[in-house]
């Protein structure tokens, strides 16, 4: 139905910047808001959210990252972008994105789709 293909991760000095892409792709009618989780190492980690994107690009973040992180998305291109600059060792994780969309034989549904997951890692 949809895939969504993150890329950019990699590993990073602390300080450095990296710049995360998610592209969704398929029987796409329209996606609403595009939300970037990320799960660090260890056991019982959660997931947590980073940032988030609507349509219309009013963006929120979570706190460990506001003022960091930056989301935006081109919406002809149904990609999703993350700039992540300063980062921190605890920015270790890796980054999901997800998408809330509406699918061309079910546009009056929104459903959630998960992409496969990129690794940050940050060196201190």
């Known amino acids: 139905q949809v895939q969504l293909v993150e890329s950019g991760g990699g590993l990073v000095q602390a300080g450095g910047s990296l710049r995360l892409s998610c592209v969704a792709s398929?029987?796409?009618?329209?996606?609403?808001?595009m939300t970037w989780y990320r799960q660090p190492p260890g056991p019982g980690q959660q997931r947590e959210l980073v940032?988030?994107?609507?349509?219309?690009?009013?963006?929120n973040y979570g706190d460990s990252v506001r003022g960091r992180f930056t989301i935006s998305r081109d919406n002809a291109k149904n990609t999703v972008y993350l700039q992540m600059n300063s980062l921190e060792p605890e920015d270790t994780a890796v980054y999901y994105c997800?998408?809330?969309?509406?699918?061309?034989?079910?546009?009056?549904?929104?459903?959630?789709?998960w992409g496969q997951g990129t690794q940050v890692t940050v060196s201190s």
């Open positions: 398929g029987s796409i009618f329209r996606i609403n808001s």
């Open positions: 997800n998408a809330e969309v509406q699918l061309l034989l079910t546009t009056h549904l929104k459903t959630h789709f």
């Open positions: 940032a988030s994107i609507t349509s219309a690009g009013s963006s």
